[in-house]
């Protein structure tokens, strides 16, 4: 029989792709959850065939049998909901940033905003399977990480573990990503005539998702420079990061180290030395895709990391999270 989980928030773009991910699982029957008191009858018009709805009501979760909850909600929803599903042994995975940093003070400086669920945020498990696999499995409740910090602590994080960064030289990790990371919600700055034909920079030197890296990769702030750009695109992010490499001598070495370090991973793909990956190529698709160019001259290094970020950046790393959790092969649903 197939378990029942839900989905909070299916309104959004990472909720509408947990439905079309979890609606081709083999194991698994995707129900929606309506949390708003504002929507009437509006989840029948998007879904007229789709999976069954029900009130976000513990006790009405408990009864239909769900055994776990997506949570495609904003981070003051997440707080709130989290606490009631885990009550009735409903397991969850949240997909917004409430969860991901370790203490409250610095879910405060980076979110601007209390955090009230401190307890929670301790127990939670950063839910990235490819660094923090052994924690995912027994969770009750996993972080999904932010698409940012997805792609660059892929990128990232094997040249630190493998000590060929010049760190002293610091990381610039140059970002981009299209419209819909910004959310489905309306906005000047993500509307049709501010984004077309138009590329820009934001929040410069206070991104939410820098301690993300920071946490995962072991990079000190001083040593990591992270800016994030809007692309005229409706999905995907491609990040370009820079470093000095020591101890290397071609692309061909850093190559190797990649390969060590993800030889079993199943959504990973490696490029080519010289070689690097576009947009097209992960659209839809769970892969993050790497490549890496190097100039043995000067001990410059470029790394290329390219993610979708309704998938592997949200909701296909949402199920792979998920798949740890309820025992279902890693990649079920997701290839």
Not at 202 to 212: G, W
Request: aromatic share 8%; proline share 7%; with cysteine.
């Amino acid at each position: 029989m197939s378990l029942k989980v839900g989905i909070v928030g299916y309104r959004g773009y990472s909720g509408a792709e947990l439905i079309r991910i979890l609606q081709r699982h083999p194991g698994v029957e995707p129900v929606l959850l309506e949390h708003r008191s504002d929507a009437g009858g509006a989840s029948q018009l998007l879904h007229p065939h789709g999976p069954k709805t029900l009130p976000c009501d513990p006790e009405a979760i408990k009864a239909e049998g769900v055994v776990l909850v997506f949570l495609a909600t904003p981070p003051e929803v997440s707080m709130e909901l989290a606490p009631a599903l885990l009550a009735v042994n409903c397991r969850v995975v949240d997909l917004s940033g409430a969860f991901r940093l370790r203490t409250p003070e610095n879910y405060t400086a980076w979110y601007r905003a209390p955090h009230t669920q401190p307890g929670l945020l301790a127990e939670a498990a950063y839910g990235l399977p490819e660094f923090c696999r052994e924690r995912i499995p027994a969770a009750r409740l996993v972080s999904n990480p932010g698409c940012y910090p997805t792609a660059a602590n892929m990128a990232i994080r094997p040249l630190i573990e493998a000590g060929v960064v010049d760190r002293a030289a610091g990381i610039v990790c140059d970002a981009k990503s299209g419209v819909s990371g910004a959310g489905r919600k309306p906005s000047l700055t993500t509307s049709f005539c501010e984004v077309t034909e138009n590329f820009c920079a934001y929040s410069i030197l206070k991104h939410r998702h820098v301690p993300e890296v920071l946490m995962i990769s072991g990079l000190e702030e001083r040593e990591f420079s992270f800016t994030a750009h809007l692309l005229p695109l409706d999905r995907g992010i491609l990040e370009t990061i820079y470093f000095r490499a020591g101890g290397v001598h071609s692309a061909e070495d850093l190559l190797a180290i990649y390969q060590q370090r993800y030889h079993a991973e199943p959504f990973v793909r490696l490029y080519r030395a010289g070689r690097v990956p576009d947009l097209h190529a992960v659209a839809r698709t769970n892969f993050c895709d790497i490549g890496v160019t190097f100039d043995a001259a000067t001990g410059r290094a470029v790394v290329v990391s390219a993610i979708d970020n309704l998938v592997k950046g949200a909701a296909g790393q949402a199920v792979q999270n998920m798949n740890l959790m309820l025992g279902f092969a890693e990649t079920g649903g997701l290839q």
